[in-house]
């Protein structure tokens, strides 16, 4: 059975994506067709309200991930899906509002069978996790964990390294953890189903790579900027000579103007649907120790222009600028709480309606990191062509005490990725941080408010 298993695995996988996707789907029409019969039979309202939802949730599971079990972590993979299901939910049910509109009796946007909303969704979240859970224990099943050789520059990482392996669960089991010039590294490559490359020299990651390629080993990189700039290459064919073509000239006019657009237009929504919490937040602050509501602080931003950064002060009134831990003395009660749900950011919507920032791009750093940063890694100044921003790929996957290296590297995938797509769907991964409650105190050369 598991040898017949194994061999449709990918198949299998994909019904339990099917049942997931399509259950759904039954949930919020049952649902639904309770109070309308419009929805219960094959009518206008019913075919578009499904054509709607395919879409919406083909939007939404792209932009949270898909039914990936084996390949990240169950509770991930049901968040994600949660959060696709939600918003697709929504987005039908105000296409069941428009058409349910009635003119004639006045009925605009009345809200039917709102709690039928609510109630699908609380099921199709069990319904996730049921099959989530399901899913990812016949994948273990199926797929043996791979044995798995770490390679790293310096030994010093391997702390950081295994940890974001282990945090795969059963997938990878770490075999051994070695330099990249080890005596016996093409040995102990042969004998390992996969091999991590953690901050190797381009030249002996090539040659270890192609090694890998040869006997059919598993590898994973983390890139560099060479490898950054081959991932966003485009292929081109120049008669019968293929070669990798990347042009380099920054965001072009209509890009700019549609950027600033869409900055003015979300902050200033954002200010006035947050204007409640920013004033309680606010209050919060004032009463806890009567210091002032903000901290203020220069940062560096496009070309290295110096402009002044607004946040809600989180720490005690004249506490020492150094790194932040988890349970920072120095945090002021109101301060944990406004961390833990990055209120304390709120406020850089005023930055963005001044167009200091954006709102997506690279963190802006404190003036004093930056020389720091670029003798230690000269390809720190490239993350300054692009104005600096409130999200971003490093704040979506990245953690506070995620090395410098490794924000560079993920802000320099999100330059060279730049698209106006990209940012929206940053903007709407950025929800996902929220639920990051565990690293929202801990600090890598985070400012002291």
Not at 60 to 65: D, E, I, L, S
Not at 334 to 340: I, N, S
Request: contains cysteine; hydrophobic residues 45%; proline residues 3%.
């Amino acid at each position: 059975m598991k040898k017949f298993c194994s061999r449709f695995q990918n198949s299998i996988l994909m019904l339990f994506a099917a049942c997931l996707y399509v259950g759904g789907f039954l949930v919020l029409f049952a649902l639904l067709g309770i109070d309308s019969r419009q929805v219960r039979v094959l009518s206008r309202t019913s075919v578009i309200m499904g054509l709607a939802y395919v879409m919406f949730m083909t939007l939404f599971t792209k932009v949270y991930g898909r039914f990936r079990v084996g390949r990240s972590q169950p509770h991930q993979v049901r968040l994600s899906l949660a959060l696709a299901f939600f918003f697709t939910d929504i987005c039908t049910y105000a296409v069941f509002i428009i058409m349910n509109t009635n003119d004639a009796n006045n009925r605009v946007f009345e809200l039917i069978s709102l709690h039928w909303l609510l109630a699908s969704f609380v099921l199709q979240a069990l319904l996730t996790s049921v099959l989530v859970a399901a899913g990812d224990r016949f994948y273990r099943w199926i797929v043996p964990p791979q044995k798995t050789l770490v390679v790293l520059q310096d030994i010093a990482e391997k702390g950081n390294v295994v940890r974001v392996i282990n945090a795969c669960g059963a997938r990878f089991v770490i075999s051994e953890v070695v330099r990249y010039d080890d005596a016996d590294i093409k040995a102990k490559m042969r004998h390992s189903d996969a091999v991590f490359f953690y901050d190797v020299p381009a030249g002996e990651k090539q040659m270890l790579k192609e090694y890998c390629y040869k006997h059919l080993t598993s590898v994973y990189c983390n890139p560099d900027l060479s490898d950054i700039l081959t991932m966003t290459s485009e292929e081109m064919m120049f008669g019968d000579l293929p070669f990798l073509a990347k042009e380099f000239g920054g965001l072009t006019m209509e890009q700019r103007i549609v950027k600033r657009l869409m900055d003015i237009f979300v902050s200033l929504l954002g200010l006035i649907i947050s204007s409640p919490f920013l004033l309680i937040a606010a209050a919060a602050i004032k009463l806890d120790d009567g210091g002032p509501v903000f901290f203020r602080q220069k940062r560096a931003t496009i070309r290295g222009r110096v402009f002044e950064i607004y946040k809600f002060r989180t720490m005690k009134v004249n506490a020492p600028n150094i790194s932040v831990s988890k349970n920072d003395d120095r945090i002021t009660k109101a301060g944990k709480f406004l961390r833990k749900y990055r209120i304390d950011e709120l406020p850089q919507l005023i930055n963005i309606m001044k167009g200091d920032m954006s709102l997506v791009g690279p963190r802006p750093e404190m003036l004093e990191n930056v020389n720091e940063y670029e003798r230690e890694l000269p390809e720190f100044r490239y993350r300054l062509r692009m104005k600096a921003g409130l999200t971003g790929l490093a704040q979506v996957v990245g953690r506070y005490n995620t090395s410098s290296r490794d924000k560079l590297v993920l802000d320099l995938m999100y330059i060279e990725n730049f698209s106006i797509l990209l940012d929206i769907k940053l903007m709407l991964q950025t929800l996902l941080v929220l639920f990051k409650a565990e690293d929202s105190t801990e600090g890598f050369e985070e400012d002291a408010k």
